[in-house]
């Protein structure tokens, strides 16, 4: 069986159809809020899954950090829900949320995206999205992963 991966590559997109639904391996924000709210809805324990978040042309602040664009939200580190601010964000600027998943490896943490069977179906409007994601492993799942990003 083609793994999701290979069905992006293919087709050189950060979307796919599969079974009949849209698939991200990449979700773009269609404009930049002020904050967004993360709440992890269910996530298989092994491996720990995650949500990355990057901006280009603004900046994340959370409780733990200020000033950040690159943003890993873990389910087994990070509360339940979690809230970004966003700020010094340029007309221009670029918001995209991905899942990704963790693995111990020779004793070192090793964090992956992208591979396998990763991906998301994504619905709802862009103020309240549900992100379904399937971690890289196995097969397609995409109950590995479920999180509810609403924006303000």
């Given at each position: 069986m083609v793994e999701l991966a290979e069905l992006f590559a293919e087709r050189r997109s950060t979307t796919i159809q599969y079974d009949g639904e849209l698939v991200h391996g990449v979700y773009e924000f269609e404009r930049v809020p002020r904050s967004l709210a993360v709440t992890f809805v269910r996530a298989t324990q092994?491996?720990?899954?995650g949500l990355r978040l990057k901006i280009r042309g603004g900046v994340f602040d959370v409780p733990e950090e200020r000033g950040?664009?690159?943003?890993?939200?873990?389910?087994?580190?990070?509360?339940?829900?979690?809230v970004v601010s966003l700020r010094n964000v340029r007309p221009d600027a670029l918001l995209k949320v991905w899942n990704?998943?963790?693995?111990?490896?020779g004793g070192h943490a090793v964090t992956q995206a992208w591979l396998g069977n990763a991906g998301?179906?994504?619905?709802?409007?862009?103020?309240?999205?549900?992100?379904r994601c399937s971690d890289g492993e196995g097969?397609?799942?995409?109950?590995?992963?479920?999180?509810?990003?609403?924006?303000?």
């Open positions: 092994a491996p720990v899954q950040i664009h690159d943003l890993v939200l873990w389910t087994d580190t990070a509360p339940g829900n979690v990704v998943w963790r693995r111990q490896v998301m179906r994504v619905s709802g409007a862009e103020n309240r999205l549900l992100l097969p397609v799942a995409f109950d590995d992963l479920e999180a509810v990003v609403e924006s303000e």
